[in-house]
C-alpha cells in the first residue's frame, strides 16, 4: 500500500530534550516536506527535500533540522525543543512532475 | 511570493445544499491550485488540481472548482452537501516547479441534517 509512515504519532516531551520525528514513504517520491499546523493558522512548511541530499528551508524553519540521506526517508529533528513547538506535524511527499502531496497521519507533539 | 487567502473560517449548510468556500490567491508566476481536504485525526488527501489546462476543474466526491484569473479566485463548489463532506478545506498555491506549496488557513465545512 502506497503511504507517508510519520513516527511516533504522539509524543510528550520537556524543554530541551532532542527528539526526532521520523517520515517515510514507499512511493519512490523525489519531493519530501515537512508542515506544521497550528489552529488558525493553517500549515506552514517548515523545511522541503526535492532530492536526497538536497534540502532548503520553508516558511517557519527556526528550531529544526532535517536531513535526506535516503530518497525514502526524511526525518525531521528538533535539538532543543521549544513550547512554541508543541504542534501537530505532517510529513508529505510527491512526485516533482504532478505536485500532488501525499501526507502522513501526523504526529501530535507537546513540549512542556 | 505567493499568498492564499480563504474567505471563512468555518462555512456551515444543511445537507443537500450547495456548498461554497472561496478561495483568493497571489502569485508572481502562472499558478498550479490545489484543493485538499482533512477529516478529523486524518492528513491531508487532494480533492482536485488546476495546472493550467481547463479552467473548471472536477475533483473526487463531486466537488469542482473553477479557476477565474481575472478575479484571482479558485472556488470550491458541490451541488449538494453530504453529512460525510463535514470536514476542513485547504486550498493552496504552487509554483509550476512545485518546490513550494503554500496553503490558506482552512476553512472548516459544517453539514447539518
Known amino acids: 500500500e502506497a503511504q507517508v509512515t510519520q513516527n511516533p504519532r504522539y509524543l510528550i516531551t520537556v524543554t530541551g530534550k532532542k527528539l526526532t520525528v521520523t517520515c517515510s514513504q514507499n512511493?519512490?517520491?523525489?519531493?519530501m516536506s515537512w508542515y506544521r499546523q497550528d489552529p488558525g493558522l493553517g500549515l506552514r512548511q517548515i523545511y522541503y527535500?526535492?532530492?536526497?541530499?538536497?534540502?532548503d528551508k520553508g516558511d517557519v524553519p527556526e528550531g529544526y533540522k532535517v536531513s535526506r540521506k535516503e530518497k525514502r526517508n526524511f526525518p525531521l529533528i528538533l535539538e532543543s525543543p521549544s513550547p512554541n513547538q508543541t504542534s501537530l506535524y505532517f510529513c508529505?511527499?510527491?512526485?516533482?512532475?504532478?505536485?500532488?502531496?501525499?501526507f502522513g497521519e501526523g504526529s501530535r507533539l507537546t513540549v512542556l | 511570493a505567493q499568498s492564499v487567502t480563504q474567505l471563512g473560517s468555518h462555512v456551515s449548510v444543511s445537507e443537500g445544499a450547495l456548498v461554497l468556500l472561496r478561495c483568493n490567491y497571489s502569485?508572481?508566476?502562472?499558478?498550479?491550485l490545489f484543493w485538499y481536504v482533512q477529516y478529523p485525526n486524518q492528513g491531508l488527501q487532494l480533492l482536485l488540481k488546476?495546472?493550467?489546462?481547463?479552467?473548471l476543474v472536477k475533483g473526487i466526491n463531486g466537488f469542482e472548482a473553477e479557476f477565474k484569473k481575472s478575479e484571482t479566485s479558485f472556488h470550491l463548489t458541490k451541488p449538494s452537501a453530504h453529512m460525510s463532506d463535514a470536514a476542513e478545506y485547504f486550498c493552496?498555491?504552487?509554483?509550476?516547479?512545485?518546490?513550494?506549496?503554500?496553503f490558506g488557513k482552512g476553512t472548516m465545512l459544517l453539514v447539518s441534517p
Open positions: 508529505a511527499s510527491s512526485f516533482l512532475i504532478t505536485g500532488e502531496l501525499f
Open positions: 512511493m519512490n517520491h523525489e519531493y
Open positions: 527535500s526535492m532530492n536526497v541530499e538536497v534540502t
Open positions: 502569485s508572481s508566476v502562472p499558478p498550479y
Open positions: 488546476y495546472t493550467s489546462a481547463a479552467t
Open positions: 493552496a498555491v504552487s509554483d509550476p516547479g512545485y518546490s513550494t506549496l503554500t
